[in-house]
């Protein structure tokens, strides 16, 4: 069974399942996805976020400000201490840096990105890393104020030094859809290379929709398209690549402590 290790839930486009939620999730589970990360992208929108959350044994939660959901104020390191510690969270993020698109907040993307740091580390959970053109200061970030429960790179679309040094720190490597992009041709050298215990498989759904859904509307569902793809690559069955990446799932997010 697949789990899809970085979804947003509550941003899907649902006009395909009759806007409901319920058959979104049930349609991924009929491909054999036993298992969702929602990940939270901006502290205020969490609460709204939890109720799908609440509905679903099999949905987890993280709590997190996207570095691209800036405001005026830096995030509010009591209000993210407080989510972080709530039961149903998971981890600490979406966090990061991104300096693709927005180079111009980099002071205020590395203040934000290191006080989820910080928090994560203080409750011993692990962090969701958003890096995009940040490879160094982002490397370092974590070097500097990242705890002993390590984290993710997800949808990694970075080179292999970047994902072998983070894999040396403790970090593990999620791809999403991006692997299965004709133009991705790196990337899927790097797919080659990270170790099976160190390797998620997600969507990043509503966004990055895999081949041959390119330029639709992702869901849950298409994380089987990014795991075919990886063990197509790699050369293994479609149940021993799932079987690796839920295992790793669980390991990292500490599924089996949660009662």
Known sequence: MLIDSHCHLDRLDLSAFGEDISAALAAARARGVSGFLCVGIALEQLPAMMAIVDAYDDVYASAGHHPLEQSAAP?????LLEWGKDQRIVAIGETGLDYFYQKESAEQQMGNFIT???VA???DKPVIVHSRDAREDTLQ???RHAG?????LHCF????DMASRAIDRGFYISLSGIVTFRNAAELREVAKKIPLDRLLVETDSPYL?????????NQPAYVREVAQCIADLRGLSLDKLASHTTANFKRLFRIDEIG
């Open 116 to 118: 989820h740091l910080q």
């Open 209 to 217: 929709a895999p081949v041959p859904y390119r330029g639709k509307s």
């Open 148 to 152: 002993s429960a390590g984290g993710v």
């Open 75 to 79: 995030v509010q390191r009591a209000a």
């Open 157 to 160: 679309t970075e080179n292999w």
């Open 141 to 143: 970030a974590i070097d």
């Open 121 to 123: 580390s203080e409750i």
